[in-house]
């Protein structure tokens, strides 16, 4: 074996003072390395069981062959093998890496050492080549460079403030946040200590800190307040220690990340919660939210004061909110907020929740689907409206309306009972009493030639007198109750009363009755009820409306009753109009009171109509 390759193994590291026998089995025993000879040609010329375990020939399949085997061919087409060899004639020796291949075809990442083997003259003889398989070493440091390029990436455009101190506080690395927060360059900060870039107290404060870690081992986290030149800022400290492989703390880390604007925040939500918990507790309205992939709820306190109960009593869930409900109501505001879900739209409903103690309250709930930019729903929001008392308003205004409808009824009975008494009253006693003084006074007027003259005038005027005064009776008893009303039907009383008004006032009036039969079988309140309507209808046309025509037209449907009474006068705007004036509430009350129903259409300029229905 030639010296030169002892030579060689030795500055490799491989052997220290070997003889020759020594030198022969160390080559050929080691594996981690491929050792073998080239010759001056660089054809293969020995070879190693390293050799073969790295690039998988055999000593018979390799040796006299060129060592250009292993390059690629790119490599070998750019003259990578014969320049290698022509610098370690140059300089007695190559060094490089590069990627290499195996007999099946396979690369591998290789550190190569060429050295030149010479003869005692000094002539080139050949080459020793030492080949070694780094693919895991390069692909480890490859691995190595791209987390610390990734580890440089992130630290850099983080938001939050890193760095780290070595165990004397000594700072070993700052991100460009530490370095924007603090207006330092890095040559200011490495090598540095705390103490030697900021005021005594924030300094003590860092020491202090970091003492604690180094201490138990253990990362620790607080809040840190500094005054900026912006004002006072507040951080997130977290330090933790950086151990070596030994398992000895050798560094501490620290992340910092700003809170000011989270606190100024937070602070604004307690105070906004504190004003919405006021507002809930003064408007009786209560809320909750469901999470509904965590299934997370939460009440508001007023919400619990709705139910009865406490939060330590029921813990906030959809299950117990059902549950508050009333039996009946329980199905409904479930499927409502699941429909909700699915079809992506508000809800409202009202729902009963009954007290621990068995008291009932009304709720009136208002609920939205809160959905991600996807459409998927995060959040059900529900508001509690405690509508209770309003309930009892509402039933209480009920029935007062109701009171107050039957009080209206009972006193237009009472009215056309009084009407019917009074005319009766006038037909039976005054109205046959004249009818006899009229009769006496006429059999006297017969035999008054042997009066004298101013006693026969006077007997004349008497029976005048009585005459005008039967008319006169006669006309009150109709209006107090037009016997044709009784007799033949609303619109034969119409049309009577009509002529007379007619008559009176000189305005057209034209009463068109268009079922003749349904009217005449209607019930005597609604006969009565339209009957005044028509009668103060006309009234307010003579009042107010100077018209030169009145059209009323009566007709029926199978159920009701009904009346148009329509002028040609000036009209009026009803939302201008003062209420209850015109006799508007009169008409109202009256076809209520029959159970019917008013209403008024008006224009100014087009007249006014009037048009009322009563159940027959």
């Known amino acids: 074996m ?29 594996t981690d390395y491929a050792i073998y000879l080239l010759d001056g040609a660089g054809r293969v010329a020995s070879w190693n069981a390293g050799a073969e375990r790295i690039k998988g020939y055999r000593a018979d399949e390799i040796v006299g062959r060129s060592f250009s085997e292993f390059y690629s061919p ?21 060094e490089g890496e590069g990627w290499r291949l195996r007999k099946d075809g396979s690369r591998f990442w290789a550190m190569v050492v060429i050295d030149t083997v010479r003869n005692d003259a000094g002539e080139v003889i050949g080459f020793a080549k030492i080949t070694r398989d780094i ?3 390069r692909e480890m440091e490859q691995r190595l460079r791209e987390s610390e390029e990734r580890m440089r990436a992130f630290t850099t455009h983080s938001p939050a403030l890193m760095c780290m101190k070595d165990r004397d506080g000594r700072y070993r690395f700052a991100n460009d946040r530490f370095l924007e927060r603090y207006n330092l360059r890095p040559e200011q900060v490495l090598g540095r200590t705390d103490a030697e870039l900021f005021p005594r107290r924030q300094a003590l404060a860092a020491a202090a800190h970091d003492a604690e870690v180094l201490a138990r081992g253990e990362p620790l986290q607080y809040e840190e307040r500094a005054s900026m030149a912006d004002g006072q800022r507040v951080s997130l400290v977290s330090k933790f220690p950086v151990f070596d492989a030994t398992g000895v703390v050798t560094a501490i880390g620290v992340v910092a990340s700003d809170i000011t604007d989270r606190r100024v925040t937070e602070q604004a939500l307690r105070e906004q919660r504190t004003l919405l918990a006021e507002a809930q507790k003064i408007a009786g309205l209560g809320s909750w939210e469901w999470d509904p992939d965590s299934g997370r709820v939460s009440w508001s306190e007023e919400l619990y004061r709705i139910f009865g109960v406490t939060a ?28 909700a879900l699915i079809d992506n739209r508000p ?51 009920r029935q007062a309306a109701q009171d107050l409808h039957g009080l209206t009824r009972r006193l237009v009975q009472a009215e056309e009972a009084e009407r019917r008494r009074l005319a009766r009253e006038l037909h039976d006693r005054v109205g046959q009493s004249l009818s006899a003084l009229n009769i006496n006074l006429d059999i006297i007027s017969r035999d008054s030639q042997a009066l004298p003259p101013a006693l026969r005038q006077r007997l004349e005027d008497s029976l005048g007198l009585v005459d005008g005064t039967l008319q006169s009776i006669e006309s009150v ?6 016997p044709l009303l009784d007799e033949y039907g609303l619109a034969a009383a119409l049309g009577w009363h009509s002529e007379e008004w007619t008559r009176r006032t000189g305005v057209q009036v034209t009463v ?22 028509a009668q103060e209808a006309l009234n307010n046309v003579l009042k107010h409306a ?36 015109w006799g508007m509430t009169t008409m109202r009350e009256r076809a209520e009171a029959a159970g019917g129903q008013l209403h008024v259409d008006a224009t100014p300029g087009q007249g006014t109509r009037i048009h009322a229905r009563v159940p027959l």
Request: with cysteine; proline share 6%.
């Open 2 to 30: 030639n010296p030169d390759l002892r030579l060689v193994a030795r500055e490799a590291g491989v052997l220290a003072d070997p003889t020759d026998q020594q030198f022969r089995l160390l080559v050929s025993s080691v």
């Open 74 to 94: 790119e490599d070998r087409a750019q003259g990578v093998p014969e320049r290698a060899l022509d610098r370690a004639r140059r300089e007695g020796r190559f």
């Open 135 to 137: 693919s895991e070493r």
């Open 312 to 339: 330590q009593d029921v813990p906030p869930s959809f299950e117990n909110y059902l549950e508050r409900l009333h039996p009946e109501d329980r199905q409904q505001s479930g499927s409502m907020v699941a429909r």
């Open 347 to 397: 809800f409202s409903m009202l729902e009963r929740v009954v007290r621990p103690g068995g008291e009932l309250r009304y709720v009136r709930s208002q609920g939205d689907v809160v959905r991600n930019e996807r459409g998927k729903p995060i959040k059900v929001l529900v508001a509690c409206f405690d509508i209770t008392e309003q309930r009892h308003s509402e039933s209480a205004l």
């Open 477 to 482: 008893m109709a209006d107090l109750r037009p």
């Open 512 to 533: 068109t009755d268009r079922t003749p039969d349904a009217a005449k079988g209607a019930r005597p309140e609604a006969a009565v009820a339209l009957f005044r309507i």
């Open 546 to 581: 100077q018209a030169k025509s009145v059209r009323i037209d009566v007709s029926a449907t199978d159920e009701e009753l009904v009346l148009d009474v329509h002028d040609d006068g000036r009209g009026f705007d009803p939302r201008a109009a003062r209420r209850g004036r």
